[in-house]
């Protein structure tokens, strides 16, 4: 097995995460939880259930990766990935599906850093492109993405750029 790539910078510590670490686990649903609590994750903390099980159900997944970032030994920062496959490259793609940074280390590039080790995992498993999703009223993460590259997707400028949609099947 290789090393993952790691990364520092202005005292933060950037890594892949390691679900079979139980101190890398404890740090991505206490991240998480933070972020589910923040109005930018909807408000609420997670359930028992996902608390319980998210970590052991990530690691069950071979196209789920992780990066955790710390600060003087502390978790402050996250970001979930999840590899899916674009028909129109037929490689793998990597939707960015958390990026989460307590609020006493955001302003600081945390969020960045984080982002770059994803991509460079990314690129390590072929992919094609990034993808995430942003809502509107998130201005500073908008900001962040499109500093690092990321913009409205569209196949053409005729027929607009893509929307996201979901529905529950819960």
């Known amino acids: 097995m290789t090393q993952s790539p790691e990364t520092t910078g202005s005292s933060i510590h950037i890594c892949r995460a390691d679900y079979s670490n139980p101190a890398h686990g404890d740090a991505l649903v206490r991240m998480l939880d933070a972020y589910a609590q923040d109005p930018a994750g909807g408000g609420q903390a997670l359930s028992a259930f996902t608390k319980t099980h998210l970590v052991a159900e990530l690691a069950a997944r071979p196209q789920a990766f992780s990066v955790l970032a ?63 999703e942003v809502l509107q009223g998130n201005a500073r993460a908008i900001r962040l993405y499109e500093r690092m590259g990321f913009a409205g997707y569209e196949l053409n400028p005729a027929m607009g750029k893509a929307q996201f949609f979901q529905k529950w099947l819960d």
């Open 70 to 132: 710390y600060s003087d030994g502390q978790p402050v920062g996250l970001v979930n990935c999840i590899e899916g496959f674009s028909t129109f490259t037929c490689r793998p793609l990597v939707n960015v599906h958390d990026v989460a940074v307590l609020a006493s280390h955001r302003g600081r590039r945390v969020a960045e850093q984080m982002l770059a080790l994803a991509e460079t995992l990314a690129r390590e498993r072929g992919a094609c492109k990034l993808t995430l």
